[in-house]
Every structure is written in structure tokens, then in C-alpha cells.
């Protein structure tokens, strides 16, 4: 397939215009396509703005009319449910993880907070038994409405990591991660010639481990006084590490990623120092790993680099094969980023130039 027409979006431009632009794809995600929806730019240029509106995090439990001034994902949340809605007899079970890719770490935003990559404990990127990619222990949370979906989003967003720079207020220091699953209704199996039952209702909540025991936090390492990585449970073992369990809800059919990336920064402008320092170096990193990883998808590469980071690990279902893509470029209209403003239209010119094969039709509602 060829790249769609670019499209440029001017200061007066709303939100509900932009979202326009957006909504096809949601029909691709209930037809059983991956989808990723991604803000791109510098730091300070309007991503979170764009991906979430101006209150999302002061109001978790947003209705699902999103206002007027509301981001894709409330928009995508009440347009999803409203598709959704139109055939409820065949309307698969929808799942929500929210995490960061913080410090090329992967943190669960919906754990404990024993649970945090931010406590010592490591999520890893792992196939499933679908041959998809999952994060190992990440919380997977089972919707049913516009409402609780955006309540775990705005759950999230109070965890998110944050730091104040000399160009942003409030510079979110992580890339967000906002993954929306369509599976099917898993059915008990049965010995042949018995009569079928009622399939168990999904547990209220529920993750992509293979153990469904607690998060435990693990002990310190007396040497280093870090947390150590927690000892692999027993029947995780037993697969080898290299798959996790199926989706406890079903087969996983389709995923939507909605991403709203950290802001690509310069530490001589942000004045950022120490810790601070060391985020913008693994923010300047992974988008400089997901540039590579769509110059080797436009240029038909036989390996494409996505084991290079966290974040282009954890979208690789949504970036390669017949997966649809669509990057929102927010640059600052000031000279003063002028420079930052060619980068950033670079990534999103490197972004259209991606290819796909005619994909096999495909149906889940």
C-alpha cells in the first residue's frame, strides 16, 4: 500500500479535525488489523496535548462524550464503544494495559507499585503462544465502557514520570503506551462427545504471566542495595522463558496502540542535570532506535533492528508486517526551533516512505 496524503493541521485547527483524520482507523482495529496512533516531536511542542487534551490527568473519569478540546484517546475510547455498540452479539473482549518506557525500562502504570520497574523489578518483551509480542507481567485489565477506560488512563497518568526542564513545565520523562486488545472468548475444553457448557466468566483482573502469583518486591542485593530480579516462578520455567502464557481473556486478535513518545531534547537548552541528564539520553536513544527501525521497514531491510530498545520491542506488532501506522508530527512554529522542527519533520517524511504489502482481508465483529 502506498503512504496517505500528508496532511498539515494549522494553529486553528481542533482537536475534533485531527481526530477526523484518525477515526478510520479504528474500523482497521475492529477488522482485526494491529494499529499504532503516535505523537512525535520535540519537548514542550503539543504531544500530550494532542494524544490526551489539556485535563485528562486533573480528570481521570472523564465521561466518554469527550469535550471539545479532548485528545485522541478519550476520543478513540468513546468512538471505539460506540462502533462496539452497534453489534454487541458478536463483540470481542476489550483489554487495556497502560505503561512507560522510562530509562529503556518498561513500567506497569496499572501494578502495585511494589511491582514497578521503578522498585528493581524488570518486565521483559516476550512472544506469546500467538507468535505476538508481550510484556511478561504487565497488567491487562478487561473494559467495558468509554468510562473505565479512561479512568485506568487517568490512574496511569498520576504515575507517569515527569521533571520540570528550562523549556517544560512539566516534560514527561517516559514514552506512554496506551495498549487497547480485541480477543476472543476462550472456551474450556472438552473430551469429545460431551455436552458443551457455559465458558467461566474472565477474572476481574488479570496479566500476561505466566503465573498468576502475587508481585512479590524482591530482596536487596547486600552488595549494591538494589533490588535483584525476583526468581522465575516454576511453571514459567517450564516454558523456557520464551513464551508466556495466552491471553487469559482468549486469543489475542488485534491490538491498538495509542503512544504519546517523550519529547526529543537538547540537554544544553533544557538545562537538565544528573538524573535528569541520564532520562534525555535514553528519551534521545529510543527515538533515535524507532528511526532506524522505519528506515529499515521503507528500505525493505531483511533485519529490522527492533530488539534495539524498549519501545520499538514493545511496538514491533504494531510497526511491522500488515500493521497500520499513523505518526502526528508537533513541531513549535519559533525560530528558536528551527532546527528540532527539520529533525522532527525528517522522522515523519522517514515514517511515510514505510510500505506494506496488500494485506489479506480479515473480519472479528
Given at each position: 500500500?502506498?503512504p496517505?496524503?500528508?496532511?498539515v493541521?494549522?494553529?486553528?485547527?481542533?482537536?475534533?479535525?485531527?481526530?477526523?483524520?484518525?477515526?478510520?482507523?479504528?474500523?482497521?482495529?475492529?477488522?482485526?488489523?494491529?494499529?499504532?496512533?503516535?505523537?512525535?516531536?520535540?519537548?514542550?511542542?503539543?504531544?500530550?496535548?494532542?494524544m490526551?487534551?489539556?485535563?485528562?490527568?486533573?480528570?481521570?473519569a472523564?465521561?466518554s462524550?469527550?469535550?471539545?478540546?479532548?485528545?485522541?484517546?478519550?476520543?478513540?475510547?468513546?468512538?471505539?464503544?460506540?462502533?462496539?455498540?452497534?453489534?454487541?452479539?458478536?463483540?470481542?473482549?476489550?483489554?487495556?494495559s497502560?505503561?512507560?518506557?522510562?530509562?529503556?525500562?518498561v513500567?506497569?502504570?496499572?501494578?502495585?507499585?511494589?511491582?514497578?520497574?521503578?522498585?528493581?523489578?524488570k518486565?521483559?518483551?516476550?512472544?506469546?503462544?500467538?507468535?505476538?509480542?508481550?510484556?511478561?507481567?504487565?497488567?491487562?485489565?478487561?473494559?467495558?465502557?468509554?468510562?473505565?477506560?479512561?479512568?485506568?488512563?487517568?490512574?496511569g497518568?498520576?504515575l507517569r514520570?515527569?521533571?520540570?526542564?528550562?523549556?517544560?513545565?512539566?516534560?514527561?520523562?517516559?514514552?506512554?503506551?496506551?495498549?487497547?486488545?480485541?480477543?476472543?472468548?476462550?472456551?474450556?475444553?472438552?473430551?469429545?462427545?460431551?455436552?458443551?457448557?457455559?465458558?467461566?466468566?474472565?477474572?476481574?483482573q488479570?496479566?500476561?504471566?505466566?503465573?498468576?502469583?502475587?508481585?512479590?518486591?524482591?530482596?536487596r542485593?547486600?552488595?549494591?542495595?538494589?533490588?535483584?530480579?525476583p526468581?522465575?516462578?516454576?511453571?514459567t520455567?517450564?516454558?523456557?522463558?520464551?513464551?508466556?502464557?495466552?491471553?487469559?481473556?482468549?486469543?489475542?486478535?488485534?491490538?491498538?496502540?495509542?503512544v504519546?513518545?517523550?519529547?526529543?531534547e537538547?540537554?544544553g537548552?533544557?538545562g537538565?542535570?544528573?538524573?535528569?541528564?541520564?532520562?534525555?539520553?535514553?528519551?534521545?536513544?529510543?527515538?533515535?532506535?524507532?528511526s532506524?527501525?522505519l528506515?529499515?521497514l521503507?528500505?525493505?531491510?531483511?533485519?529490522?533492528?527492533?530488539?534495539?530498545?524498549?519501545?520499538?520491542?514493545?511496538?514491533?506488532?504494531?510497526?511491522?508486517g500488515d500493521?497500520?501506522?499513523?505518526?502526528?508530527?508537533?513541531?513549535?512554529?519559533?525560530?528558536?526551533?528551527?532546527?528540532?522542527?527539520?529533525?522532527?519533520?525528517g522522522?515523519?517524511?522517514?515514517?511515510?516512505?514505510?510500505?506494506?504489502?496488500c494485506?489479506?482481508?480479515?473480519?472479528?465483529?
Amino acid at each position: 500500500m502506498f503512504p496517505s496524503p500528508l496532511r498539515v493541521y494549522g494553529p486553528a485547527e481542533s482537536q475534533r479535525v485531527v481526530f477526523e483524520d484518525v477515526c478510520p482507523l479504528l474500523t482497521s482495529f475492529l477488522d482485526g488489523y494491529n494499529v499504532c496512533i503516535m505523537a512525535y516531536g520535540q519537548t514542550g511542542s503539543g504531544k500530550s496535548f494532542t494524544m490526551l487534551g489539556p485535563r485528562c490527568q486533573e480528570e481521570p473519569a472523564l465521561l466518554s462524550e469527550p469535550r471539545g478540546d479532548a485528545g485522541i484517546i478519550p476520543r478513540a475510547a468513546a468512538e471505539l464503544f460506540r462502533l462496539l455498540s452497534e453489534d454487541a452479539s458478536r463483540s470481542p473482549e476489550v483489554g487495556v494495559s497502560i505503561a512507560e518506557v522510562y530509562n529503556n525500562g518498561v513500567v506497569d502504570l496499572l501494578a502495585n507499585d511494589s511491582c514497578r520497574v521503578a522498585s528493581g523489578v524488570k518486565r521483559q518483551v516476550l512472544p506469546t503462544q500467538q507468535g505476538k509480542k508481550a510484556v511478561r507481567g504487565l497488567t491487562y485489565r478487561p473494559v467495558h465502557s468509554a468510562a473505565q477506560f479512561l479512568t485506568l488512563v487517568g490512574r496511569g497518568l498520576q504515575l507517569r514520570a515527569k521533571q520540570p526542564t528550562a523549556v517544560h513545565a512539566e516534560s514527561s520523562r517516559s514514552h506512554l503506551v496506551v495498549t487497547v486488545t480485541l480477543a476472543t472468548v476462550a472456551s474450556p475444553r472438552r473430551p469429545s462427545g460431551l455436552p458443551s457448557t457455559p465458558a467461566p466468566a474472565a477474572a476481574p483482573q488479570s496479566d500476561w504471566s505466566a503465573s498468576t502469583e502475587p508481585c512479590q518486591p524482591a530482596p536487596r542485593s547486600p552488595a549494591t542495595g538494589r533490588r535483584q530480579s525476583p526468581p522465575v516462578p516454576l511453571r514459567t520455567r517450564a516454558h523456557g522463558l520464551r513464551r508466556v502464557a495466552p491471553d487469559p481473556l482468549g486469543q489475542v486478535c488485534a491490538t491498538l496502540q495509542l503512544v504519546d513518545l517523550a519529547g526529543s531534547e537538547c540537554a544544553g537548552v533544557s538545562g537538565v542535570t544528573g538524573s535528569a541528564l541520564r532520562e534525555t539520553s535514553c528519551i534521545n536513544r529510543s527515538l533515535a532506535a524507532l528511526s532506524d527501525v522505519l528506515g529499515a521497514l521503507a528500505e525493505g531491510r531483511g533485519h529490522i533492528p527492533y530488539r534495539n530498545s524498549r519501545l520499538t520491542h514493545l511496538l514491533q506488532d504494531a510497526l511491522g508486517g500488515d500493521a497500520k501506522l499513523q505518526v502526528i508530527v508537533c513541531v513549535s512554529p519559533g525560530q528558536r526551533h528551527v532546527a528540532e522542527t527539520l529533525q522532527s519533520l525528517g522522522f515523519g517524511a522517514r515514517a511515510r516512505q514505510v510500505e506494506r504489502s496488500c494485506p489479506a482481508a480479515r473480519k472479528l465483529r
